[in-house]
């Protein structure tokens, strides 16, 4: 039985038509090629080669590029306008509340952007916790300890929670953990995706309605 629902925030509770991530990848990218002194293709080819062993680019630079100015990186990363874009999603809201679980975000973005993204989606009071990187001591998704963090902090087990990322890995570090991960594919990026997925969140009450540990494990 599914209690919690825990949802990823960037390209998950908004569309990525939007571009808030594009841009913070941007700023992502022109950080890098600065701090490593290399053009803004080099730098991206980098983080590419080198992203696949850790959850976020900072924590690559962190361990690999003896980067330590952790405040000065979200700074730039997530000026306070990054998300004047965003429209209220009043539809979601209601979609939101009328499921009857308990809801969560799990990110690896710092909890100012977090809070931002919230605020002008309109959904203050939805969730109940936001677990960000900074509580993850900077290791997010998809190490074991991002989630079971989670899970203690809401204090649901693993197969009580639904998650809910648009990232593959992320999805799938927390099905390895005995977790229910679904995967928002909103392009059909991943058309032979293996384990469950959804094109728009709205999906989620078909799929809760209808759940079953054997239904969402077979689907
Ligand atoms: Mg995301």
């Known amino acids: 039985m599914i209690q919690y629902i825990l949802f990823d925030l960037d390209n998950t509770l908004y ?23 290399v053009s803004p293709e080099e730098a991206w080819r980098q983080r590419a080669e ?28 997530h000026p306070e306008d990054e998300a004047d874009a965003l429209p209220p999603d009043p539809a979601l809201r209601a979609f939101l509340e009328s499921l009857s679980q308990a809801k969560a975000i799990l990110t690896n973005s710092p909890r100012e952007h ?47 929670t639904l998650f809910i990322d648009d990232t593959p890995a992320y999805v799938e570090g927390c099905r390895a953990l005995g977790g229910q991960g679904v995967l928002l594919d909103e392009y059909d990026a991943w058309p032979d995706y293996r384990y469950p997925k959804i094109r728009d969140l709205r999906e989620l009450g078909e ?12 689907v």
């Not at 939805?126 to 079971?148: C, Q, S, V, Y």
Request: proline share 3%.
């Open 114 to 160: 977090a809070d931002r993204i919230i605020g002008k989606l309109g959904l203050s009071g939805i969730f109940t916790h936001i677990f960000d990187i900074r509580g993850n001591d900077l290791k997010g998704k998809p190490h074991p300890e991002a989630f079971f963090r989670a899970f203690d902090g809401m204090g649901a087990s693993p197969g009580e």
């Open 50 to 77: 080198r992203l696949h062993d850790y959850g976020t680019t900072l924590e690559w630079l962190n361990a690999e590029r003896g980067f330590t100015d952790i405040e000065a990186y979200f700074a730039l990363v």
């Open 207 to 218: 799929m809760l309605g209808r759940f079953s540990g054997a239904f969402i494990d077979t």
């Open 15 to 37: 569309s990525a038509r939007y571009g808030l991530e594009d841009n913070v990848h941007r700023r992502i990218r022109d950080f890098l090629a600065a701090y490593l002194g």
